[in-house]
């Protein structure tokens, strides 16, 4: 399918709703445990996306949409970005949503440390609506996000072999693995380190 690809700028509020909604499935881990549900996630998300210099500010977003105005897919590409500790108490409870029980072990063991360390430019997260999946969706936000870009990095489950096979044929190459995060009391994810190189060998045409 030939989606649009939106900057994040241009986004209404119900679209980033639509979009917070979307990135909540991103992951099994962070997501669920720092925003509860998909719902709050998108209760909170345009008010995420206004925070200047923010890891989801709208200017780090990228969306597809389909040919009619359905948000399909979401990317979040980060460079020198901050996340300040009390950010989800803050937004939660302007939206007057309860704080989940997980939001501030995930806020300072992954947002805080996702903002501390400089990686350059970097995915944060990128994720298709399930219903979209397998129509080349990934591949294109991916693709857009590394236009011009000299180097980018990423971190994805290792057990993810879907996404694996996506960035490997975009040019990325596996740098090292490691334990990432995860809930209290469950047990450690295994994580990839990726890097794309403009230079890399890409299976796809750009
Ligand atoms: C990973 C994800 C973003 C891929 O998006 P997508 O639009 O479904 O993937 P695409 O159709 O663009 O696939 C591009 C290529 O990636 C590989 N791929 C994608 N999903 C795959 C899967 N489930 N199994 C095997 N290969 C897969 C294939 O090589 C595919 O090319 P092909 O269809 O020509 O064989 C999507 O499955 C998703 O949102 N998953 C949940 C969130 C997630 O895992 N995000 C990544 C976190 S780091």
Not at 135 to 156: A, D, M, N, R
Request: net charge negative; glycine share 10%.
């Amino acid at each position: 399918m030939k989606a649009r690809m939106i900057e994040g700028g241009a986004l209404t509020d119900k679209e980033l709703v639509e979009a917070g909604k979307i990135l909540f499935l991103t992951d099994a881990d962070i997501y669920p445990n720092a925003f509860g549900s998909s719902e709050n996630m998108g209760e909170v998300f345009p008010l995420l996306a206004r925070i200047e210099n923010g890891l989801f500010g709208a200017e780090n977003l990228l969306v597809a949409k389909d040919d009619k105005g359905n948000i399909c897919g979401v990317l979040v590409g980060c460079n020198s970005n901050f996340w300040e500790k009390g950010t989800l108490a803050r937004v939660f409870s302007q939206k007057g949503i309860a704080l989940p029980e997980g939001a501030v072990d995930a806020e300072n063991n992954y947002f805080v440390y996702e903002s501390e360390h400089e990686k350059g430019d970097y995915v944060l997260c990128l994720c298709v609506a399930p219903e979209y999946r397998r129509l080349h969706i990934g591949k294109e936000l991916l693709l857009h996000y590394l236009k011009g870009k000299k180097e980018v990095s990423l971190e994805c489950l290792a057990d993810n072999s879907g996404a694996l096979a996506m960035y490997g044929a975009a040019g990325f190459c596996v740098e090292k693995e490691y334990d990432g995060y995860s809930a209290p009391g469950t047990s450690p994810v295994r994580v990839v380190r990726m890097i794309y190189r403009a230079n890399s060998h890409s299976r796809y045409n750009y």
